[in-house]
């Protein structure tokens, strides 16, 4: 199959174009067509070896964290799902490659995709909703009439947390730029505070929870926003003790990342709230949920640019940039016919290539 490929990892380096052997599919697999694949700021990092202690990934390997398509084949022990089903995936970590004709997925990573949305938009849905449902519902146990403050409301993650925490039934506070703040009041933003004008944390206090997707001193200043027994949810870390054990790193990086949140652990006792870094998983129970969310209209997705397959490098330069509002997606040539079968042709867009 075509796949855009990694062969070492290296900054700001080009993904290749090329053929790798079709996905083995497992017991449990369902095997899916690609139609559409969303790019995250993982994608780069890991590109750039930022994540190689953690993820140790062996080049070459397909890149790509989010997906949309059709099943075409499962496995014999999968019972969810059935060739000709509409899915979308976050795969688990270690069989990740979303960036290629063809996906082997673990039946408990997918759910079926909404119905009232396409396949772009639901390609832009599970990494950063599956990490503001692990952040907000999951960890934080976020209540009607809390208040929450969600760092960079515009972004992937921001667009979509904001939404889900409006549903829940909190009081929402975001921070963007002055050109995103109609976008954040869109999506329900309570309070925005626009970055380059103002200080978020000498306008809010007694928030219960900060979800903070950006640098360290921002994190550092979100402290000063939360009440007392509050909670600072950090998904840029520094990652801390709790996340080394869950990742089951050893004694050394247990130490080293125990070492490098002990600042803001130390900043957050003071102030009697709770530090934790999360790094979302796979959960394809917790995507069912959030298209039972999507297809009751209490969140839609919001999509910044969709570019062609062929475009996945610019694709990639595109959100390192940081400056997307919302998502970003890939749309695939398909390359299977509606009997099921493998036309022996690529379409034109992918013989181009
Ligand atoms: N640990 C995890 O599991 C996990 C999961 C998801 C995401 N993340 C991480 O979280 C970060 C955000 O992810 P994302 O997908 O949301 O990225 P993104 O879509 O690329 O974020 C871009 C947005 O960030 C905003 N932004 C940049 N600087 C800002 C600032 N100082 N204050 C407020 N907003 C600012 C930009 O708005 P303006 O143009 O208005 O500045 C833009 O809309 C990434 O580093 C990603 O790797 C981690």
């Known amino acids: 199959m075509k796949a855009f490929i ?10 290749r174009l090329g053929d ?14 690609v139609h559409a694949a969303g790019l995250n700021p993982l994608d780069s990092k890991i590109r750039d070896g930022e994540f190689k202690p ?3 990934y062996r080049p070459p390997f397909i890149l790509g964290h989010d997906v949309a ?24 970590d270690g069989r990740v490659g979303t960036l290629a004709q063809f996906i082997a997925i673990n039946e408990a990573d997918v759910a079926l995709m909404p119905g009232n949305i396409s396949m772009e938009q639901a390609a832009s ?19 009607r009439g809390q208040k929450v403050l969600i760092h960079a409301g515009s972004g992937g993650l921001g667009t979509f947390a904001i939404q889900l925490a409006k549903h829940l039934g909190a009081t929402v506070a975001t921070t963007t730029s002055t050109a995103n703040v109609a ?3 869109s999506l329900g933003a309570d309070v925005v505070i626009d970055y380059k004008t103002q200080d978020f944390e000498k306008l809010l206090s007694g928030y219960d929870v900060v979800l903070s ?34 990742q089951g790193l050893g004694w050394p990086m247990r130490q080293l990342m125990r070492l490098l949140s002990f600042g803001i652990r130390s900043a957050a006792r003071r102030r009697h709230v709770r530090y934790s870094f999360l790094f979302m998983h796979a959960n394809g129970d917790q995507l069912e949920r959030i298209t039972s969310l999507i297809e009751a209209g209490a969140i839609r997705p919001v999509i910044d640019r969709v570019f062609p397959f062929e475009g996945v490098n610019e694709a ?38």
């Open 183 to 185: 976008l954040v009041k």
């Open 69 to 92: 398509g059709t099943v075409l084949r499962v496995g014999r022990r999968v019972r969810r799902f059935k060739p000709g089903d509409a899915v979308y995936a976050r795969p688990r």
């Open 125 to 143: 849905i599970p990494l950063v909703g599956l990490t503001a449902w692990q952040a907000l519902v999951e960890r934080a146990d976020l209540r």
């Open 316 to 353: 990639l330069a595109y959100v390192e940039a940081g400056r997307s509002k919302g998502k970003v997606v890939v749309k695939a040539p398909l390359t299977v016919g509606a009997d099921g079968e493998r036309r022996d042709r690529l379409p034109h867009s992918w013989r181009e290539l």
């Open 6 to 15: 990694l062969d070492r990892y290296e900054k700001k380096g080009a993904l």
């Open 54 to 56: 953690i993820l140790p």
């Open 213 to 246: 997707s950006l640098g360290a001193d921002t994190l550092r200043k979100s402290v000063g926003v939360l009440k007392p027994g509050g909670r600072l949810i950090s998904v840029t870390g520094p990652p801390d003790l709790e996340f080394a054990r869950e």
């Open 20 to 33: 790798m052997p079709d996905p083995a599919l497992g017991d449990e697999d369902a095997l899916v067509e």
